[in-house]
């Protein structure tokens, strides 16, 4: 089963994703070097099993690359597609499309979840940077009150970004990139991950804690864990309590993580603030207070890749084609065994 690497052929590669999305997603000379890596029979990607092109495509196809919008990989997807080796992902979770089927035939699976890492923890590091300085409520505050009295009156608690402390949820991928990210500057950085070894920890320059010790001694907590049934509600009202007066809550993970009802209940006490790139439900409901809450900074998911940053993903995916082809282990393999754990 899969490509004969050893014959020298070219791989046959056959694209499966929104069509809306390949303009942005590879560039001309990124399908370029698609082309001179494997054979692309037809550049226009697949959204449907079910469309005319898809029974020759699939019969023949030994790399998958994928994107946003792949229709499911299930058994029956798979038996059209008796060729296939690589599901190559230019985006972050297969979860959504690999299913069993394919791990249980052997086909390999990469993803580019590490590229989309990175504008995740840019934005993470941003978002940390402005609300040590209570940036996003001074905003709205000055717009409010045309005076500089709610920037005075912020010296009472501590403020800005010398000697504060972030706390990070998960050493995850986009959580050890923000811990990169957060180098240079003169923070103290702790993190809260069941699955890192203290030592770990310690070698990348974070101090390990407790989650409840986490909430309850940092200035920003920056959430970076997937979504799994242990992480639901990770964050319920009892742990929302343990975070301090006047702190911020960063959430660029996902929604599931918090409890919304208690977050509601805190942000419209106005007793902590928040920056909210991912809510449970998405969208929030129409009357969602958090849209107009002048503590909250709530923006519509956008701190993964968009427009030309998604070029990174398909750099890494190009990269992985590149060693397949090469017969070389991938750098980025999805390991069905860690699956659960992650994003
Ligand atoms: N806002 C966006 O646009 C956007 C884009 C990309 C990713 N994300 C989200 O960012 C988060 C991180 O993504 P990733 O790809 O870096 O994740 P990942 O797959 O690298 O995370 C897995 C790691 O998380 C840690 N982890 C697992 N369970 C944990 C727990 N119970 N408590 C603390 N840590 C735990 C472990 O270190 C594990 O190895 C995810 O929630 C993902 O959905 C959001």
Redesign the pocket.
């Given at each position: 089963m899969g490509a004969d690497r050893s014959s020298g052929a070219a791989p046959v590669a056959v694209l499966a994703m929104s069509p809306f999305l390949t303009p942005k997603l590879f560039t001309r000379a990124q399908l370029d070097r698609l082309g001179r890596l494997c054979r692309v029979p037809d550049e226009r990607p697949l959204s449907d099993f079910g469309e005319a092109r898809a029974e020759a495509l699939l019969a023949e196809a030994q790399v998958l690359v994928t994107g946003w919008g792949c229709p499911l990989l299930d058994a029956p997807a798979l038996e059209r597609a008796p060729r296939l080796a690589l599901v190559a992902h230019a985006a972050?979770?297969v979860k959504p499309l690999v299913t069993e089927a394919v791990f249980a035939r052997g086909v390999e699976v990469t993803s580019a979840?590490a590229a989309?890492?990175v504008p995740?923890a840019e934005y993470a590091l941003a978002a940390i940077l402005l609300a040590n300085k209570r940036a996003f409520a001074l905003q709205r505050a000055y717009a409010a009150e045309r005076s500089f009295k709610p920037m005075l009156e912020a010296h009472a608690r501590p403020l800005g970004n010398y000697g504060r402390v972030v706390g990070l949820?998960?050493?995850?991928?986009?959580?050890r990139k923000l811990i990169e990210l957060l180098r240079p500057f003169a923070l103290r950085v702790q993190v809260?991950?069941?699955?890192?070894p203290d030592e770990e920890a310690r070698a990348l320059g974070v101090e390990p804690v407790a989650l409840d010790t986490l909430l309850a001694t940092s200035d920003v907590v920056s959430l970076?864990?997937?979504?799994?049934p242990?992480?639901r509600h990770?964050l319920d009202a009892r742990r929302l309590g343990l975070m301090r007066d006047g702190t911020t809550l960063v959430n660029?993970?996902?929604g599931a993580l918090v409890d919304h009802d208690a977050l509601e209940k805190e942000l419209v006490s106005g007793r902590i603030e928040a920056v909210i790139?991912?809510t449970e439900p998405e969208v929030l409901p129409a009357d969602s207070p958090l849209y107009e809450l002048p503590n909250v900074f709530l923006t519509p998911?956008?701190?993964?890749s968009m427009g030309e940053e998604t070029q990174r993903m398909s750099e890494l995916v190009l990269e992985e084609i590149e060693r397949f082809v090469r017969g070389e282990p991938l750098a980025h393999r999805v390991d069905p065994e860690l699956l659960p754990?992650?994003?």
């Amino acid at each position: 089963m899969g490509a004969d690497r050893s014959s020298g052929a070219a791989p046959v590669a056959v694209l499966a994703m929104s069509p809306f999305l390949t303009p942005k997603l590879f560039t001309r000379a990124q399908l370029d070097r698609l082309g001179r890596l494997c054979r692309v029979p037809d550049e226009r990607p697949l959204s449907d099993f079910g469309e005319a092109r898809a029974e020759a495509l699939l019969a023949e196809a030994q790399v998958l690359v994928t994107g946003w919008g792949c229709p499911l990989l299930d058994a029956p997807a798979l038996e059209r597609a008796p060729r296939l080796a690589l599901v190559a992902h230019a985006a972050g979770t297969v979860k959504p499309l690999v299913t069993e089927a394919v791990f249980a035939r052997g086909v390999e699976v990469t993803s580019a979840a590490a590229a989309n890492a990175v504008p995740v923890a840019e934005y993470a590091l941003a978002a940390i940077l402005l609300a040590n300085k209570r940036a996003f409520a001074l905003q709205r505050a000055y717009a409010a009150e045309r005076s500089f009295k709610p920037m005075l009156e912020a010296h009472a608690r501590p403020l800005g970004n010398y000697g504060r402390v972030v706390g990070l949820v998960g050493a995850s991928r986009v959580g050890r990139k923000l811990i990169e990210l957060l180098r240079p500057f003169a923070l103290r950085v702790q993190v809260f991950d069941p699955y890192l070894p203290d030592e770990e920890a310690r070698a990348l320059g974070v101090e390990p804690v407790a989650l409840d010790t986490l909430l309850a001694t940092s200035d920003v907590v920056s959430l970076h864990a997937p979504s799994t049934p242990e992480t639901r509600h990770l964050l319920d009202a009892r742990r929302l309590g343990l975070m301090r007066d006047g702190t911020t809550l960063v959430n660029t993970a996902r929604g599931a993580l918090v409890d919304h009802d208690a977050l509601e209940k805190e942000l419209v006490s106005g007793r902590i603030e928040a920056v909210i790139d991912t809510t449970e439900p998405e969208v929030l409901p129409a009357d969602s207070p958090l849209y107009e809450l002048p503590n909250v900074f709530l923006t519509p998911h956008i701190a993964g890749s968009m427009g030309e940053e998604t070029q990174r993903m398909s750099e890494l995916v190009l990269e992985e084609i590149e060693r397949f082809v090469r017969g070389e282990p991938l750098a980025h393999r999805v390991d069905p065994e860690l699956l659960p754990r992650l994003a």
